[in-house]
């Protein structure tokens, strides 16, 4: 993951934000929220990590399967791995 190491804070910084929205959440619990305010915080927190995983996806995509020089065999293992959290991800 050394391509990440360019992008380190500004991922840390969005992994911090979710954190909170995930702390949020289980404020709203604790505090026995209203249902609705509960889901639009969840909603939050699955589109946070939804970008976050669509951003890191794409770098992937980028270092490991579609960036020059790399061999047949670098861009297969590439594509499993990235095969490998799709089906781990999808519904």
């Known amino acids: ?3 990440l190491a360019a992008r380190k804070q500004p ?11 995930v702390a949020a959440v289980e ?3 604790e505090e026995e929220a209203d249902c ?3 889901l639009q915080r969840l909603a939050a927190v699955r589109g ?3 970008g976050l995983l669509q951003e890191i ?3 992937h995509l980028q270092e490991h399967v579609a960036h020059p020089g790399l061999s047949d065999a670098e861009r297969a293992e ?3 791995e990235l095969i ?8």
């Open 11 to 21: 991922l840390i910084n969005r992994i911090r934000r979710i954190a909170g929205q």
């Open 78 to 80: 590439g594509a499993e």
């Open 57 to 59: 996806i794409a770098e």
């Open 27 to 29: 404020r709203a619990l």
């Open 36 to 38: 609705a305010v509960t």
């Open 1 to 3: 993951m050394s391509h």
């Open 48 to 50: 946070a990590v939804d």
């Open 84 to 91: 490998a959290v799709i089906r781990r991800y999808a519904p």
